[in-house]
T-cell receptor, first 109, second 114 residues
């Protein structure tokens, strides 16, 4: 099956710093999403981005489908950004969405 | 607007007891429905998905089963729980005729098997 690798696995930031999270995938996809899981376990969809670039406030994401990777940018990080960020992909022609292992982010005040 | 409900939110069960987790979606029809499990500190593992009533696809052999008795209801069950069934269970739905299979998750059910 398709492999999804996220890096780094853990990240500690000082409040106000910027960061880039990476997601590599092993096969062509027709769907890529970024999620944030808060400390209570709730998963929130951040972006649906099978290709191109999107921005939402301090967050932006870019997917280069031909090179099989996606990047999530967090600017001016805040303590509320803490949690786990997941990349999830759906292989072309399928219904199954497969998750990476996540990047655990902690933002210090 | 669409909403997804999961219950119970938390449960503690003895080994060998049965399990039933329920998920319902409101405000849409014929959604794709999913059950994921998250072990402590790890990523999400797809357990089951369903594209219609009575249609269940299983992703991993295990001690669990799923059923979809109604269009917007998805149930995860076990006849006899194992210690390894402990985890955080998440239900999700998606629907987009254009093929953008965007997942929306419920709040999750945290299961501890003792």
């Amino acid at each position: 099956g398709i492999q999804v690798e996220q890096s780094p696995p853990d990240l500690i930031l000082q409040e106000g710093a910027n960061s880039t999270l990476r997601c590599n995938f092993s096969d062509s996809v027709n769907n890529l999403q970024w999620f944030h899981q808060n400390p209570w376990g709730q998963l929130i969809n951040l972006f649906y981005i099978p290709s191109g670039t999107k921005q939402n406030g301090r967050l932006s994401a870019t997917t280069v489908a031909t090179e099989r990777y996606s990047l999530l940018y967090i600017s001016s990080s805040q303590t509320t950004d803490s949690g786990v960020y997941f990349c999830a992909v759906e292989r072309t022609g399928g219904f199954k969405t497969i998750f990476g292992a996540g990047t655990r982010l902690f933002v210090k005040a | 607007s669409q909403t997804i409900h999961q219950w119970p939110a938390t449960l503690v069960q003895p080994v060998g007891s049965p399990l039933s987790l329920e998920c319902t979606v409101e405000g849409t029809s014929n959604p794709n429905l999913y059950w994921y499990r998250q072990a402590a500190g790890r990523g999400l593992q797809l357990l089951f998905y369903s594209v219609g009533i009575g249609q269940i696809s299983s992703e991993v052999p295990q001690n669990l089963s799923a059923s979809r008795p109604q269009d917007r209801q998805f149930i995860l069950s076990s006849k006899k729980l194992l210690l390894s069934d402990s985890g955080f269970y998440l239900c999700a739905w998606s629907q987009d005729p254009s093929g953008a299979n965007v997942l929306t998750f419920g709040a999750g059910s945290r299961l501890t098997v003792l």
